[in-house]
């Protein structure tokens, strides 16, 4: 038995069935046993892809959107007083093993100097492992901290004009799991217990289920939705996206991931939700089987984290396929190609598999906030 199975079984000793998110919680995330906590998860030799696995192009191109932001706004005058500009902040949540961060640091520190010397680069990672390994990724750079969660930036130089920004990091936040009970037209949490043998789902008693909101549905959608109908919510990406925008006093918050919009999720070709276990370059359906060595992931629900942004008073400037943010940051670079590098034919190659429908292009979504 796996240490990740002891831990979910004295668990579900301890208090009974389990929500999921607990449960991705754990073979995801325990500390030292978790899926995050092994090295080769992504690329050829591990479980999926990323956009960074296709190459240094992907960070490139958002080094240089960053750099024009900061360049737009560095030196803007923070008070009346016109007191000295405080340092650019580049805030990054997920970096795994430190290979974007390594990748937009290069091209800052090559082609935007000035940037580079008065930024600051964080990352956000409560994992003591992680750490290691980004910081055995970034050793040649002096300018990059880390912080255990966000609430340690928001009384370090809160005037600076910062970017907060994450790549396929809300998707794999813990979600619940949902479903619809059609006769009593109403919503319960999927647990999961332990059946002697393995993991199994059950229905979570109505007082042991979590204090979460279940998406409302449209007039007459109650009537014809299929009975255990599953889907999702995950709260735990709100309350991060709503953390980051009260971190802005000046700047901007760019979420790249798989997401959807609230309507998209509750139609029929999704009847059993977007949750996917990734093994060994194949997707599956059974969430409950190989826990810690194979990854959870969720589609984002984007229009709650839009509505998150808002209601603390962000501006939306974009929510766009990746294909088009990219082309539009690539657009400019072609327009000046000695600040940008050459496009030879492995930038090219790589340009196609970020932005082509059939592969990292449209599953990809850009959510870009602003205050």
Same mark, same amino acid.
Request: charged fraction near 25%; aromatic fraction near 16%; glycine fraction near 8%.
């Given at each position: 038995m796996s240490a990740i199975v002891s831990i979910m079984r004295?668990?579900?000793?301890?208090?009974?069935?389990?929500?999921?998110?607990?449960?991705?919680?754990?073979?995801?995330?325990?500390?030292?046993?978790?899926?995050?906590?092994?090295?080769?998860?992504?690329?050829?030799?591990?479980?999926?892809?990323?956009?960074?696995?296709?190459?240094?192009?992907?960070?490139?191109?958002?080094?240089?959107?960053?750099?024009?932001?900061?360049?737009?706004?560095?030196?803007?005058?923070?008070?009346?007083?016109?007191?000295?500009?405080?340092?650019?902040?580049?805030?990054?949540?997920?970096?795994?093993?430190?290979?974007?961060?390594?990748d937009i640091l290069n091209w800052i520190r090559e082609f935007s100097p000035e940037i580079f010397s008065k930024l600051e680069y964080w990352i956000v990672e409560p994992s003591e492992r992680r750490r290691a390994w980004q910081a055995a990724s970034l050793a040649g750079f002096q300018n990059v901290k880390w912080a255990d969660d966000l609430s340690v930036l928001s009384g370090n130089n809160a005037g600076?004009?910062?970017i907060i920004f994450s790549n396929e990091l809300l998707d794999a936040m813990p979600a619940h799991?949902?479903?619809?009970?059609?006769?009593?037209?109403?919503?319960?949490?999927?647990?999961?217990?332990?059946?002697?043998?393995?993991?199994?789902?059950?229905?979570?008693?109505? !007082? *042991?289920? $979590?204090?979460?909101?279940? &998406?409302?549905?449209?007039?007459?959608? %109650? @009537?014809?939705?299929? !009975? *255990?109908? $599953?889907?999702?919510?995950? &709260?735990?990406?709100?309350?991060?996206? %709503? @953390?980051?925008?009260?971190?802005?006093c000046r700047g901007k918050i760019v979420g790249v991931?798989?997401?959807?919009?609230?309507e998209e999720f509750l139609v029929p070709e999704r009847r059993s939700g977007t949750l996917r276990a990734f093994f060994r370059h194949h997707a599956s359906s059974d969430l409950l089987a190989r826990p810690g060595e194979q990854d959870l992931t969720a589609q984002v629900n984007f229009s709650e984290l839009k509505i998150a942004g808002e209601n603390l008073s962000l501006n939306t400037e974009a929510l766009i396929a990746q294909a088009s943010f990219l082309t539009e940051i690539s657009r400019l670079t072609w327009r000046n190609p000695d600040g940008f590098g050459d496009?030879?034919?492995?930038?090219?190659?790589?340009?196609?598999?970020?932005?082509?429908?059939?592969?990292?292009?449209?599953?990809?979504?850009?959510?870009?906030?602003?205050?």
């Open positions: 004295k668990e579900i000793e301890r208090i009974g069935a389990i929500s999921f998110a607990k449960f991705m919680e754990l073979a995801l995330y325990a500390p030292g046993e978790g899926y995050y906590e092994r090295r080769q998860t992504i690329g050829a030799r591990g479980d999926f892809y990323t956009s960074v696995s296709v190459g240094s192009l992907f960070g490139e191109l958002l080094a240089f959107q960053f750099a024009r932001w900061f360049s737009e706004n560095w030196d803007a005058p923070v008070s009346s007083l016109e007191l000295p500009a405080p340092p650019l902040q580049l805030i990054e949540a997920g970096a795994h093993d430190g290979r974007l961060a390594c600076a004009y910062r799991r949902i479903g619809w009970d059609k006769m009593s037209k109403s919503w319960f949490e999927w647990g999961v217990y332990w059946n002697g043998e393995g993991f199994g789902w059950t229905r979570l008693p109505n !007082d *042991q289920r $979590s204090e979460i909101s279940f &998406p409302s549905l449209v007039p007459g959608l %109650s @009537d014809v939705l299929f !009975d *255990q109908f $599953s889907t999702e919510v995950c &709260p735990a990406a709100s309350r991060w996206w %709503s @953390d980051a925008a009260k971190l802005l991931d798989y997401g959807l919009l609230a496009w030879d034919a492995n930038r090219r190659r790589q340009f196609q598999t970020l932005t082509h429908p059939e592969h990292l292009g449209r599953p990809f979504r850009v959510l870009i906030q602003s205050r």
